[in-house]
Nanobody, 126 residues
Framework: VQLVESGGGLVQPGGSLRLSCAPS????????YGWIRQAPGKEREGVAC????????TYANSVKGRFTISSDIEKNTVYLEMSSLEPEDTAMYYC????????????????????WGKGIQVTVSS
C-alpha cells in the first residue's frame, strides 16, 4: 500500500489548511489512519487518528478543538482539517496506516504504524 499526502504549504498564524491522504488500496476501511508530525529537532508526535471501521477518532491534546480528522469512503481519502494554526504547528506531516485496529483506546504509537507516506510540509509563519 502506498500513501499519497497533499494539501500542505505556507499559512499565516490563525489560518487553516486541509491535508489529504489517499491510500492505494481497495480495502480502505480495513485500516486505522493516523497523522504524525515531526518538527526539526523534535520527536515525532501523533496528532490524530481515525478507525474507518468504527469511526472512532483520537486527538493529541495539543490539537484538540483545532484539528479534525475525517474520512470519505467514496473518495478513499482521509483528511486532516487544521484551523487556528500556530507557528508551533510547523512540521512535516505524515499519513500512516495500521491494519485492523480501533483507535477507541488511543492512537497507535508512531512506531506501530505499518506504512507511512513521504510526508508533506506545513509551515505557519507571518
Amino acid at each position: 500500500v502506498q500513501l499519497v499526502e497533499s494539501g500542505g504549504g505556507l499559512v499565516q498564524p490563525g489560518g487553516s489548511l486541509r491535508l489529504s491522504c489517499a491510500p492505494s488500496t481497495a480495502h480502505f476501511d480495513d485500516y486505522a489512519y493516523g497523522w504524525i508530525r515531526q518538527a526539526p529537532g523534535k520527536e515525532r508526535e501523533g496528532v490524530a487518528c481515525i478507525s474507518i471501521a468504527d469511526r472512532s477518532t483520537t486527538y493529541a491534546n495539543s490539537v484538540k478543538g483545532r484539528f479534525t480528522i475525517s474520512s470519505d469512503i467514496e473518495k478513499n481519502t482521509v483528511y486532516l482539517e487544521m484551523s487556528s494554526l500556530e507557528p508551533e504547528d510547523t512540521a512535516m506531516y505524515y499519513c500512516a496506516i495500521r491494519l485492523g485496529v480501533t483507535v477507541l483506546g488511543g492512537c497507535p504509537r508512531p512506531m506501530d504504524y505499518d506504512t507511512w507516506g513521504k510526508g508533506i510540509q506545513v509551515t505557519v509563519s507571518s
